[in-house]
């Protein structure tokens, strides 16, 4: 079974703080994707890569980052974390064939006060 | 950008009634995928129905798609306590396999 494993279930920061929120798969999948969940208005895109080094914004990317220097890792980046990015971040990744779906991680719950 | 709308947003059932859940979409898809989120985890992938397909049976699942009317139906036959849930829909757009799209989703309470 594929496993996407986040490394932090709850998360709380203080505003300003750099946050790394980091994702792992083990299937070997091109596509990694991070997602952010607030009531009310569902799973928003924030950035997606489909290479190591390659990324593309989402729907929402304003005030965060990327990084993918590994297949396996896709690290989201607050560079000054705000009380407005208090949400569900979820990681998600699937492989590049036709028709994949999508294998999500359990989420970190993360609140920036 | 919002692509598919599930609809109701919430429903509530007694354990062994079937539950229906529909979603619509504004473009035309490749493929349409349903997803179930248990409270505060992630989204478990749950059938893909392909843009050719009219009907897909997964166990208790049941899954439609209209492509004519650009909307889907979720059918779970003799719910259980278990099920209860949020589920979503989500459909990535002609030409990619990246951008999924998701709903807001329709909470499910399956009362014992």
């Known amino acids: 079974d594929v496993k996407v494993t986040q490394s932090s279930r709850y998360l709380v920061k203080r505003t300003g703080e750099k946050v790394f929120l980091e994702c792992v798969q083990d299937?070997?999948?091109?596509?990694m994707f991070w997602y952010r969940q607030d009531p009310g208005l569902g799973l928003r895109l924030i950035y997606f890569s489909y290479d190591v080094k390659m990324k593309e914004k989402g729907d929402i990317p304003e005030g965060y980052s990327v990084s993918r220097e590994k297949k396996e890792r896709f690290s989201l980046i607050l560079e000054s974390a705000s009380t407005n990015q208090t949400s569900m971040y979820l990681c998600?990744?699937?492989?590049?064939?036709?028709?994949?779906?999508?294998?999500f991680g359990n989420g970190t719950r993360l609140t920036v006060t | 950008s919002q692509q598919g709308e599930e609809d109701p947003q919430a429903l509530s059932i007694q354990e062994g009634e079937n539950a229906t859940m529909n979603c619509s979409y504004k473009t035309s898809i490749n493929n349409l995928q349903w997803y179930r989120q248990n409270s505060g985890r992630g989204l478990v992938h749950l059938i893909l129905i392909r843009s050719n397909e009219r009907e897909k049976h997964s166990g208790r699942l049941r899954v439609t798609l209209d492509t004519s009317k650009k909307s889907s139906s979720l059918l779970i036959t003799a719910s259980r306590a278990a099920d209860t849930a949020s589920y979503f829909c989500a459909t990535p757009p002609l030409g990619s396999n990246y951008k999924l799209t998701f709903g807001k989703g329709t909470l499910l309470t399956v009362n014992p």
């Open positions: 998600a990744s699937n492989a590049e064939t036709w028709n994949s779906p999508l294998h």
């Open positions: 299937m070997d999948h091109e596509n």
